[in-house]
């Protein structure tokens, strides 16, 4: 009888950081992409709010719902029940009251059976993050680029490349650990930066974009596996065109329909 894997937990990933040991965290959004991800050796998954673009075919972020994600969190947690999962809180599900982002963090956790969430931005966003804390509900930081800030932001923009930029994110960093995160996701952070931010702080740093000084790294499944079509981020890489490897295998299946050669004697009853 094979033994049961155990269940991974939040001081795993500071262990891990203390070490030396990197830490590999991907996303995912359905049983079978959490199931397959865990079963590769990855550390920590991310249901991330890149799903409303990736999964849902919207045109950014913003237009996720918390119901929407629930649902994916729930579906990833059931493919990989021992697996630390992170809940990506959307748009305006945590930023118009303390009381709606502990129970909409709530809902991850009770509902999609997350292990913790993510939220987006930095010193100002700590009285947030410590409620949630002391209302025991683990939280991930993200400094960086903030996906649900791009109306206000004009867009995508590198921050930290200004001596001020820089200083700014430094101390959002520090503020963001005071408050209780466990690890700071640095996406698109200059690697020199990251690195002093990895360096500084005693929680574990999760690079996107952020140089290989973090000490873990994260990237969305669809653009590591060739899902999304020709587009490939910066600070992603490609690993696997299985976008277009499904697309030949469909073909296949489309001809054989049309000429008749599927199904045959072994595929019929």
Not at 65 to 79: F, L, N, P
Not at 94 to 103: G, M, N
Not at 152 to 165: H, N, Q
Not at 241 to 254: F, L, P, R, S
């Amino acid at each position: 009888m094979s033994e049961k894997p155990k269940k991974i937990k939040i001081n795993t990933f500071r262990k891990m950081k203390e070490r030396g040991e990197k830490i590999a965290m991907t996303t995912c959004f359905s049983a079978p992409s959490a199931r397959i991800a865990t079963e590769s050796g990855i550390d920590m998954l991310l249901v991330g709010d890149s799903l409303a673009m990736t999964v849902m075919g919207y045109e950014n972020t913003l237009k996720l719902t918390m119901d929407e994600s629930i649902m994916h969190c729930a579906s990833s947690r059931r493919g990989a029940p021992y697996a630390f999962i992170v809940g990506d809180m959307p748009f305006l599900s945590w930023q118009v009251s303390v009381e709606e982002a502990i129970r909409n963090a709530g809902r991850f956790l009770c509902e999609g059976g997350a292990d913790a969430v993510k939220l987006e931005g930095g010193a100002e966003i700590t009285p947030v993050i410590k409620r949630l804390v002391a209302a025991g509900i683990p939280v991930m930081g993200h400094i960086g680029i903030l996906p649900q800030k791009i109306l206000t932001s004009g867009g995508y923009f590198v921050p930290g490349r200004t001596e001020e930029s820089a200083e700014r994110l430094m101390n959002d960093a520090k503020a963001l650990e005071e408050a209780g995160v466990f690890a700071l996701v640095l996406e698109c952070v200059p690697a020199e930066l990251s690195g002093r931010i990895s360096r500084e702080l005693a929680i574990p740093t999760i690079g996107i974009g952020g140089g290989v000084q973090c000490d873990g790294q994260v990237q969305v499944l669809c653009d590591i596996l060739g899902l999304g079509g020709d587009f490939l981020p910066k600070h992603a890489k490609r690993y696997a065109e299985i976008g277009k490897n499904m697309q030949q295998a469909i073909a296949t299946y489309v001809r054989e329909v049309k000429d008749g050669s599927f199904p045959t004697q072994e595929n019929s009853f």
